[in-house]
């Protein structure tokens, strides 16, 4: 779920797996209170590489928050 205050976004989510939530945790820090384009710009994969995540991922659940990231992102260009 994502939510504009004053052109900036806040997300939230939940997943039943453990390590899903974690991961979804620590984006949710990163992209909370970033506007539009901020959001747009963000390489979540760069970003996981400096917190040394990127090694701990596979390439499923690398996969998996690139989609999240996408649906984030289509939420901020497509809400008014």
Partial sequence: IGERHEDRWHFRGTSEARLLRGLLAVL???VNGLDATELQRLD???WFEQLGLSR???PSRSNGMNAVLARM????RHTP
């Fill in 73 to 76: 992102r289509e939420l901020s």
């Fill in 44 to 46: 979540v994969v760069q």
């Fill in 56 to 58: 701990q991922l596979s």
């Fill in 28 to 30: 949710l820090v990163r």
